[in-house]
């Protein structure tokens, strides 16, 4: 039996469009499908890097023929999503149609009376649901009784039991990235590291998070815990990836990696032996100079991490766990050992900031120096604490989930202190303050004094350029 999994394409704007990672989650999803189901065949479509109509949508379909078709879709996405599905149902009114991601899962009723064209909304954890859903449609059966999902039924939609977490992350299989075109992916998967010098896959060794921030929706598709795959699974997935299709860079997509330090130490050990290069997410205070000392020796070119503000105050009310000194202590460690760092900012990130408080981030900034810096308005995502407290006191004009995106959009929403033009003019200030700083420029020209260098960096200079400048927003 035909099934098709399906990732949208991406509607933000220059910034996000450069950044191409593979579908890993869909990927995972196939493999499953595979490995545990019964004659099923897989295919995915990604639409964020294959040629994309509505027309090629159509013509795929027919040459498929699915019997079942999951698309994984982020908030903005929705509405693309929806088109997508009505499209292929159209082709065959009995095709079977189901969403997937946080949105859904945060709210799975209103998801599907808001979208007409998904028959079933996955709540959480997708593999096993998928696998259940695939073999009721196999045979024919309904799908009354399916853990983890939102149906509709002649009553009405109908909320079944939630379907509890995969226990052992190692009854994963590897992510079938053999049903992927490695040759479209050609940007960087992420930013800082040049995609022609690092021929890069990427790698999810855990799942979930215990951290209690307002404006993360995490929690809702993998639980508010953290689960591990062990060092052996990835390092088999490692070898795979070096060996069947040449990969020598990975970036390691975990909300936290480096939360299990004794994990941590075999995964470098391992990574130290393969003689390849990573880089990963991780949390100021899940960090040590021990430990980067290690991840430096064993390959690690850049770690991003989340600082979000540089007021104490709103750290506090955003429950993100970290304290100024933290931030400054990992940066400070991380450029001991010559690792690339992104630090991660935001606006708004609780809705009683202040302008005096956005000044303080910016000089945290400037004093924590890392070679990228991203800052983004905060976007209350449903089923988050942040989204309860704006729409407790009413700073959400209206839910047009295409402008939730935390880039490239005007938001539907304000702050106490903040219109969302103000939010966007904040950001947009803060971008230009921090890259057109003269210790920004040199050190990056510095980088740019060969071909390669001069290639990367140009481009993505006339990225930020573009996003800053001519980049429209509505």
Request: aromatic share 10%.
């Amino acid at each position: 039996m035909k099934v098709v999994l399906i990732r949208p394409p991406k509607i933000q704007g220059a910034l996000e469009r450069s950044m191409v990672q593979h579908p890993i989650n869909l990927l995972y999803l196939a493999a499953a499908l595979r490995q545990y189901g019964r004659d099923f065949e897989p295919e995915v479509w990604d639409f964020e890097v294959e040629k994309f109509s509505e027309k090629i949508a159509r013509e795929k379909f027919r040459k498929s023929r699915p019997r079942v078709a999951g698309i994984t879709s982020m908030t903005c996405n929705l509405k693309i999503s929806d088109a997508v599905m009505g499209w292929l149902k159209s082709e065959d009114p009995q095709l079977i149609t189901l969403v997937g991601g946080p949105h859904g899962s945060a709210i799975p009723e209103r998801t599907l009376e808001e979208f007409k064209n998904f028959d079933l909304a996955v709540v959480g954890e997708g593999e096993q649901t998928l696998l259940e859903i695939c073999g009721r449609a196999q045979k024919g059966e309904g799908f009354e009784g399916v853990a983890g999902i939102i149906r509709r039924t002649a009553d009405g939609l109908k909320r079944e039991p939630a379907r509890p977490l995969i226990p052992e992350l190692d009854w994963l299989p590897n992510p079938a990235r053999d049903l992927m075109d490695h040759a479209l992916y050609r940007g960087a998967s992420t930013p800082g590291l040049d995609a022609t010098l690092h021929k890069t896959t990427e790698l999810f060794t855990s799942r979930g998070c215990p951290e209690q921030c307002i404006f993360c929706a995490s929690h809702l598709v993998f639980g508010g815990k953290v689960r591990f795959r062990s060092a052996e699974h990835i390092l088999k997935e490692v070898d795979e990836c070096i060996t069947r299709w040449g990969y020598r860079h990975f970036t390691i997509d975990d909300d936290t990696f480096t939360y299990n330090p004794g994990r941590l130490e075999k995964i470098c050990s391992g990574f130290r032996g393969r003689g390849i290069t990573w880089d990963c997410d991780t949390r100021v205070n899940a960090v040590n100079r021990d430990m980067l000392k290690m991840m430096a020796e064993s390959g690690c070119k850049k770690v991003a991490l989340g600082v979000e503000s540089g007021s104490q105050r709103v750290l506090a009310l955003n429950r993100k766990g970290i304290t100024l000194e933290q931030a400054r202590n990992a940066f400070k460690w991380a450029h001991e050992f010559g690792i690339i760092t992104t630090a991660f900012f935001m606006i708004g990130s609780h809705p009683s900031e202040t302008r005096e408080e956005v000044e303080m981030s910016f000089k945290l900034m400037r004093e924590l120096d890392p070679e990228l810096m991203a800052v983004s308005i905060a976007v209350p995502y449903p089923g988050t604490e942040l989204y309860r407290i704006m729409k407790a006191q009413g700073y959400i004009f209206e839910e047009n989930w295409e402008k939730y995106t935390h880039l490239h959009s005007i938001p539907s929403w304000r702050t106490e202190n903040f219109s969302p033009r103000e939010l966007v003019k904040l950001q947009n200030r803060l971008f230009r303050r921090f890259f057109l700083r003269s210790r920004f420029v040199v050190k990056t020209f510095k980088k740019a004094l060969s071909w390669r260098g001069l290639r990367y960096y140009s481009r993505s200079l006339w990225q930020i350029i573009e996003y800053l400048f001519i980049e429209g927003r509505n």
